[in-house]
């Protein structure tokens, strides 16, 4: 099984869980992690840590889902990603959005992280959309 972890700058990682359980109930292997401007980057690198290990425990895999790549949440998870000592390993993905964070319980089951980032990859790519105006109405009797 794949455990997950969302680390952003500010607030963003809590209300994207928070949101979730509202819209999708709970996601039992995903943790939040945030970069605060009290705590700084020293402060954030100890709570990483600390979500890592829990998210460790009975994982296959750990997927860290970022706000953006080459902050320091990206770093401080890449430092994980790409130590060969790290065990379980760790993928590590930019760009989380809510459609994401709630497609990740159907990799969840998965026990390769790096195939389980490009599945969640390939499923989220299709929820981006822009908005275009309608040419017909179509009606929704049957």
């Known amino acids: 099984m794949i455990h997950f972890i969302v680390a952003s700058h500010g607030p963003l990682a809590q209300a994207l869980l928070e949101s979730s359980r509202m819209v999708y109930g709970e996601l039992p292997h995903v943790q939040a992690v945030t970069l605060d401007e009290q705590r700084g980057i020293e402060g954030f690198k100890q709570d990483f840590a600390a979500v890592m290990t829990l998210a460790r425990e009975g994982a296959?895999?750990?997927l860290v889902l970022c706000d953006m790549q080459s902050g320091t949440p990206w770093n401080v998870a890449c430092?994980?990603?790409?130590?060969?000592?790290?065990?379980?390993?760790?993928?590590?993905?930019?760009?989380?959005?809510?459609?994401m964070l709630l497609l990740s319980d159907e990799v969840a089951p998965l026990t390769d992280v790096h195939a389980a980032a490009a599945l969640l990859l390939e499923m989220t790519q299709p929820t981006l959309i822009k908005a275009e105006p309608v040419s017909s109405?179509?009606?929704?009797d049957f």
């Open 79 to 99: 430092h994980y990603a790409f130590s060969p000592d790290c065990v379980p390993p760790v993928a590590v993905v930019a760009g989380v959005n809510f459609p």
């Open 60 to 62: 296959d895999g750990v």
């Open 137 to 140: 109405l179509t009606s929704d």
